[in-house]
């Protein structure tokens, strides 16, 4: 049963520590989509990377946040350093993409981050 | 700019009765539209896309939606609802003018299905 995996699943730290989030795509997929959801924003791009590409990261924290795949089973979400209105749950979704843009994402289960 | 909005906050429906989400969007060019499920302290599920073709979608669970063009709607719809039913649904698009626009979502409406 292919599915996006993410670790942890719980993560509480305090503010100004480092924070790695992980994600293994499905096998075979090329386009992996990080998203953050809170109650007051609901789900908002991170960032969003095609064959291991990074597409656009416009979403994203630029001087504390930064994403990465090391390779395609691996895409990474660090936060440095970490601060309290971080706290919220962190998606990875992974998609296969044929005609641009026309494919569905799978989600993670998700990180949910705490900082205190 | 790609964007979708989802008017209603919650939605309650009684069980066995038809239920509706709401789903409107703005695209430049043709929209690729998607629905997702989710469950408490779950990730989210796919439920259907509209990519082209026939106007009414069918997707998991009973669920369907229909593509309006001249209304820039794509309404979640289901004949008789069931209390599992009850969840957040988000409503999602991507603009097919540029191959590399992300899927943006809306806020999410909390339908409550009622016994």
């Known amino acids: 049963d292919a599915r996006v995996t993410q670790t942890p699943r719980h993560k509480v730290t305090e503010m100004g520590q480092e924070v790695t989030m992980r994600c293994q795509p499905i096998?075979?997929?090329?386009?992996v989509f990080w998203y953050r959801q809170t109650m007051m924003q609901g789900l908002e791009l991170l960032a969003y990377?095609?064959?291991?590409?990074?597409?656009?990261d416009s979403g994203m924290p630029k001087d504390r946040f930064s994403a990465e795949m090391p390779d395609a089973t691996l895409a990474t979400l660090k936060i440095q350093p970490s601060e309290p209105r971080d706290s919220a749950v962190y998606f990875c979704a992974s998609g296969l993409e044929r005609l641009q843009g026309s494919t569905e994402a799978f989600f993670g289960q998700g990180t949910r981050l705490t900082v205190v | 700019a790609q964007s979708v909005a989802q008017p209603e906050d919650q939605v309650n429906v009684a069980e066995g009765n038809p239920l509706t989400v709401k789903c409107t969007y703005s695209?430049?060019?043709?929209?690729?539209l998607f629905w997702y499920v989710q469950y408490p302290n779950r990730g989210l599920q796919f439920l259907l896309k509209?990519?082209?073709?026939?106007?009414l979608v069918k997707g998991s669970y009973g669920f369907e939606a229909e593509f309006n063009k001249s209304q820039t709607s794509f309404h979640l719809k289901k004949p008789s609802a069931l209390v599992s039913d009850s969840a957040l649904y988000f409503c999602?698009?991507?603009?097919?003018?540029?191959?590399?626009?992300?899927?943006?979502f809306g806020k999410g409406t909390r339908l409550s299905v009622i016994a």
């Open positions: 999602a698009v991507r603009d097919s003018y540029s191959g590399n626009t992300p899927l943006v």
């Open positions: 509209y990519i082209t073709g026939d106007n």
């Open positions: 096998l075979g997929h090329n386009t």
């Open positions: 695209v430049s060019g043709n929209p690729y």
């Open positions: 990377f095609r064959n291991r590409a990074p597409l656009d």
